[in-house]
């Protein structure tokens, strides 16, 4: 979402769209949160694997919703087999669907989950009554899916959000043991309060808070350096501190956090004082994030091939958006082609 919003407007607008649609102020607190007791799971058919009657203490489990006609879910499974083959015996993947609006059927996850063999590698349940869901993602106020929960050694919940965005961090930590209930329910509170002060025009107050935020989790909460950096960049008039804090961030909470790199290159490279842009940093972080990511991402492979347009490397462009472009969705590759036609004309 970060880098599709960066693509259209500045990096103000942009990156304040993004922190605002996560959460608004008066949307009512979780019922479902991190640190509490994990809802017992009810599946009315197991697919693949054994059936999990309970959450065993000392084991770990991870319960993610998703679709066979969800794209991103479908990415996120090759991932997710990952997890559960390097976490054998210590993690439980446990992948829900349910009947919806959309489609869903008992038959259609069967006959995909036959197809998929050994590439979707972990037990899969449908949820015929949407107990599971509801018990879930309705109490914890998740709108999206995929979706993943993670549920620690104590049967409680350690983390929740995108499978392929932060999960494999989390679910170390809940797999060692290292789970903080404390810290964790800390920056979903701290996240809170500066999303509601960004909405309300508080800016300098949240602004003083997303260093601490970012670094109890920079892996979920590095976004916030990018949206504090383009604060700075176009809200200020030190254009000097916004670059400091750009090199400062990369070099310490940030550093391999994919998004949040290409995020700030990217609004080094919407930044509309053109003459003013630090490009050499914009391609460092791009090429940055690239080398952070665990796997070919097509937004970061983008906006490196944008770096090395604006930096006048087009051969280099030219060969990081063919990246990009194979790493991309099947939907989205007409207009990234477009993007490389571009720059394979203007050469």
């Not at 996120?76 to 869903?104: F, M, W």
């Not at 949820?127 to 929960?149: K, L, W």
């Not at 800016?203 to 979920?220: G, S, T």
């Not at 972080?285 to 991402?297: H, I």
């Amino acid at each position: 979402m970060l880098l599709s919003l960066l693509r259209t407007l500045g990096p103000w607008s942009l990156l304040l769209a993004f922190l605002a649609s996560a959460a608004t102020a008066q949307q009512p607190a979780p019922r479902l949160g991190v640190g509490d007791p994990a809802p017992p799971i009810r599946i009315s058919e197991w697919v693949k694997g054994e059936p999990v009657t309970e959450f065993r203490k000392g084991h770990v489990y991870v319960i993610e919703f998703w679709a066979t006609w969800c794209p991103p879910c479908k990415k996120s499974i090759p991932h997710l087999t990952e997890l559960q083959r390097k976490h054998k015996g210590a993690v439980t993947i446990i992948g829900v669907s349910a009947k919806d609006a959309n489609g869903e059927t008992l038959d259609k996850v069967r006959s995909y989950v036959e197809k998929a063999g050994d590439t979707m590698d972990y037990t899969v349940a449908f949820d015929d009554g949407s107990q599971t869901n509801r018990a879930y993602m309705v109490a914890a106020r998740q709108r999206g899916i995929p979706a993943a929960f993670v549920v620690d050694r104590d049967g409680r919940i350690a983390w929740i959000g995108h499978p392929m965005d932060g999960l494999d961090k989390a679910l170390e930590r809940a797999a060692a043991g290292s789970f903080n209930a404390g810290a964790d329910a800390k920056g979903e509170s701290l996240a809170k309060d500066i999303r509601a002060w960004i909405k309300e025009g508080r800016h300098d107050e949240a602004m003083q808070k997303i260093d601490e935020l970012v670094a109890l989790d920079p892996d979920r909460y590095g976004q916030y350096a990018a949206y504090k950096f383009a604060y700075i960049l176009t809200k200020t008039p030190d254009r000097a501190a916004a670059y400091a804090y750009a090199r400062q961030a990369a070099a310490g909470p940030i550093s391999a956090n994919a998004g949040a790199l290409s995020g700030i290159a990217r609004a080094i490279i919407a930044d509309t004082q053109t003459d003013a842009r630090d490009l050499d940093l914009a391609l460092q972080l791009a090429k940055q994030a690239v080398a952070a990511g665990k796997e070919a991402d097509a937004g970061t492979l983008e906006t490196l091939a944008l770096a090395c347009w604006e930096k006048q490397l087009p051969e280099e462009a030219i060969a990081a958006q063919k990246d990009a472009i194979a790493a991309a969705r099947p939907e989205k590759r007409a207009e990234m082609q477009k993007t490389l036609e571009r720059y394979q004309g203007a050469k």
